[in-house]
């Protein structure tokens, strides 16, 4: 049986959607051809271009360190003859890290055999010394923090520990979206933490987030995670009042003060999702349309809806919302 990452990618390949929501990065499209074929020197430039725009650099090292993969021992190499490089030991162990994710494959636990855990661990385990390399190199830099969250959640790392990394970064960026993101799901039950401690960590970012930027969506996340765990149906868990208001305070308050922001397009998509299942139609409609027909966020909202429950896919909502199923040109 397909594992639930496969049967995701497969629909939205007959759909016609890709996962590639977000701030257009012409740089990297451009570049995006030499990287699979293994250019390492394009990756390295790409990154060190991004040394002082956290949310930027974050997420091209998520989407380089993926298509990277197939080529982390020649990295490993280039790595090891550049230990004062701080982009190319970042990018090493992010890597890594997704190096190890895919040879756990995105299958439930149970569907996980011990080799793979084995494995999965020891690749992990390898991305602790370049992250740490990177932080001492750029120590203003939060995103080798991240990557460390993720891999200290792949790993189970002692609670504490996670609380010690998650302070480091929010040091260097104490409103780093991305670091908010990998800290609400080191909070959510499935990990290493519970219901309401996630719910009540992703209330307070929201209230504290500066104007316009996109924190509050993430309250979105954190419902997600709680409605799953509760084995709730989204429609009756979205449409508590309490949830729906909390929503509705949350978008307003982000559109009220909404500048450019790197992360924009995953919070319309958070939102909108979350807006949509609240009933609150006229303020999904407005965030949905500010986002692309053909392509969705590389995990929440949409990885937890079309795929588990019926009629709750993108292209279904924004049908049923009256918006346009393919974008102009």
């Known amino acids: 049986m397909p594992s639930t990452v496969i049967r995701i990618l497969r629909a939205l390949r007959d759909l016609g959607i890709s996962t590639d929501a977000g701030r257009p990065d012409p740089e990297l499209k451009a570049a995006e051809n030499d990287l699979y074929r293994g250019d390492l020197d394009a990756a390295w430039k790409l990154l060190a271009a991004t040394r002082d725009q956290h949310e930027l650099r974050d997420i091209r090292v998520g989407k380089i360190s993926k298509i990277l993969v197939r080529h982390v021992d020649e990295l490993g190499k280039i790595a090891a003859a550049n230990p004062d490089d701080a982009d190319l030991q970042l990018l090493l162990g992010a890597t890594r890290i997704k190096h190890a994710w895919k040879v756990r494959t995105g299958a439930t636990a ?151 922001h790197d992360r924009n397009i995953e919070a319309h998509h958070l939102l909108g999702a979350g807006l949509y299942l609240a009933g609150e139609r006229e303020r999904a409609r407005d965030h949905l349309s500010r986002v692309s027909a053909r392509s969705i966020t590389d995990g929440l909202p949409w990885s937890y809806l079309g795929y588990h429950y019926d009629k709750l896919d993108y292209r279904a909502i924004r049908k049923s919302l009256g918006l346009k199923m393919k974008d102009a040109g």
């Open 110 to 260: 149970d569907r996980v055999s011990r080799e793979q855990f084995e494995q999965f661990w020891y690749l992990l385990g390898g991305a602790y010394d370049p992250l740490m390399r990177a932080a001492e190199l750029r120590p203003a830099d939060p995103v080798p923090w991240d990557e460390l969250q993720w891999r200290g959640l792949g790993l189970q790392i002692d609670r504490g520990e996670l609380d010690e990394v998650w302070r480091e970064l929010t040091d260097r960026d104490p409103y780093h979206y991305g670091g908010h993101y990998s800290r609400t799901q080191v909070l959510c039950a499935k990990w290493q933490g519970s219901d309401a401690e996630v719910l009540e960590f992703t209330a307070e970012v929201a209230e504290q987030a500066p104007p316009g930027v996109p924190l509050g969506a993430l309250t979105v996340a954190a419902h997600l995670e709680v409605m799953l765990s509760t084995e709730a149906e989204p429609l009756d868990y979205f449409g508590r009042p309490e949830v729906g208001a909390q929503l509705v305070r949350v978008s307003d308050d982000w559109l009220a003060g909404l500048r450019p």
